[in-house]
């Protein structure tokens, strides 16, 4: 009897221990009891009724990457490429997620590729080629609110890569070069025009220098041609002072001697032979020196003295 609670007992605890579940962080179980749903267990040490309680689902609470593979699409002028898309998404519901759709992220995946699809065909090449941030967005939008009642969350979608037909591609290149030599043009001559326009303006400095200095010399040579006349008239004006001082000096000498009209009547003879040595066709002679003999006769006595 003892032998048989034993064993009973060491069942008892084995079953027990059997059923205990630890459920570590960022992972859920959805419990069913008899079939239906009974509870969602959350992190930490947890023990089911045996025969009675089943895990029906062990599920991650981390973000997930669904990395789909391209698929067509046909824009709104009739270009076809393959569109690849990357969605992140995370379970918020653990018991929507398990009951609200069979193979979840198969129902995402043809959810995202309808959705593509409907975006990319409103659009036509080059706006596809240059709207990607619109067409994360509006397929973030669609796809959150549709797997909501799945108890998912979509955090994010990305699209990876649009890859054009080869004919468009090539095209696109054609494009792309003939632009980059058109704008290669334009710097190029722009760089011409405004090396133009530096050596016009060098050229217009220098010629504004070259006014200035030469307006700066003209000035300088005026001032000077007119410090040199000053000078000059200074010079003749002293001359003509020293002229009249001489004259003035001989007039006082001739007074200081007391000189009497005989010498006079000499100095005046003197100063008649000196205009007679100069280009003068015609000499008056005064009337006081006419009488050359009586001059001579003054003279004479005037040296015998």
């Known amino acids: 009897m003892s032998y048989t ?17 630890i459920v570590s962080q960022s992972n859920a179980f959805v419990i069913e009891r008899l079939g239906a749903y009974s509870s969602t267990w959350s992190v930490g040490i947890h023990v089911k009724v045996p025969f009675i309680d089943r895990i029906a689902n062990k599920i991650t609470l981390k973000e997930q990457v669904l990395d789909f593979a391209p698929q067509p699409v046909i824009t709104k002028d009739n270009v076809t490429m393959m569109i690849d898309t990357v969605i992140f998404m995370q379970i918020t519901d653990p018991k929507l997620y398990t009951y609200g759709v069979i193979n979840p992220f198969g129902a995402i995946e043809n959810l995202a590729t309808t959705t ?16 990607r941030d619109m067409i994360n967005n509006r397929m973030r939008l669609v796809l959150d609110e549709a797997t909501d009642p799945w108890g998912i969350k979509v955090n994010r979608v990305e699209v990876k890569n649009i890859t054009p037909p080869k004919g468009i591609q090539e095209a696109m290149e054609k494009q792309m070069r003939a632009e980059r030599e058109r704008r290669e043009s334009i710097l190029k001559a722009e760089g011409e025009k ?14 504004i220098l070259k006014a200035e200095a030469e307006k700066a010399a003209a000035i ?10 000053i000078r000059e008239a200074e010079g003749e004006a002293q001359a003509i002072l020293n002229v009249q001082k001489a004259t003035a000096d001989g007039l006082n000498m001739l007074k200081s001697v007391n000189a009497d009209t005989a010498l006079l009547r000499l100095k005046s003879l003197e100063a008649l032979q000196k205009v007679a040595e100069g280009h003068a066709t015609k000499i008056i002679i005064p009337s006081e020196i006419q009488n050359l003999a009586g001059l001579i006769t003054s ?6 003295q």
């Open 5 to 21: 609670i034993i064993v009973l007992a060491a069942f008892i605890l084995m079953l027990i221990i059997g059923n205990i579940r």
């Open 116 to 131: 593509l699809r409907n975006i990319i065909g409103e659009l036509e090449l080059d706006e596809t080629l240059t709207s």
């Open 194 to 207: 405004q090396s133009a326009i530096l050596v016009a303006e060098g050229q217009k400095a220098s010629a």
């Open 220 to 229: 300088l040579q005026a001032e000077a041609a007119k410090e040199a006349a």
């Open 299 to 304: 003279v004479t006595e005037l040296a015998k």
